[in-house]
């Protein structure tokens, strides 16, 4: 078992910058890819950056690239969110996942946090 815990959404204005954190405890958190989704309401739960266990590679949606950076510290049993340049569109609940596989699909993800909430105003 793995539980996540996400911290740092809030209220921005457009072209603002946020740092999500997500904190695991449990099972070791370095055997898991860890991935950030996030869910607009009316709209499923989209893919956001995954990145390895060893934080060798990351993956990020084409919608986020260049603007945000996923990265991990192991030591500190924690995966962060960086979102820089921040649109209205990115306005959603994000979640961070743990998985064993290395995947961009809600269902490759196994442990879920309860989710933080990003707004961006224009």
């Known amino acids: 078992q793995v539980q996540l815990v996400e911290s740092g959404g809030g209220l921005v204005q457009a072209g603002g910058s946020l740092r999500l954190s997500c904190a695991a405890s449990?099972?070791?958190?370095?055997?898991?890819?860890m991935g950030w989704f996030r869910q607009a309401p009316g709209k499923e739960r989209e893919f956001v950056a995954r990145i390895s266990w060893s934080a060798s590679s990351t993956y990020y949606a084409d919608s986020v690239k260049g603007r945000f950076t996923i990265s991990r510290d192991n030591a500190e049993n924690t995966v962060y969110l960086q979102m820089n340049s921040l649109k209205p569109e990115d306005t959603a609940v994000y979640y961070c996942?743990?998985?064993?596989?290395?995947?961009?699909?809600?269902?490759?993800?196994?442990?879920w946090g309860q989710g933080t909430q990003v707004t961006v105003s224009s």
């Open positions: 449990g099972r070791s958190f370095s055997s898991y890819v």
């Open positions: 996942g743990a998985s064993v596989v290395f995947g961009t699909r809600a269902y490759d993800y196994d442990y």
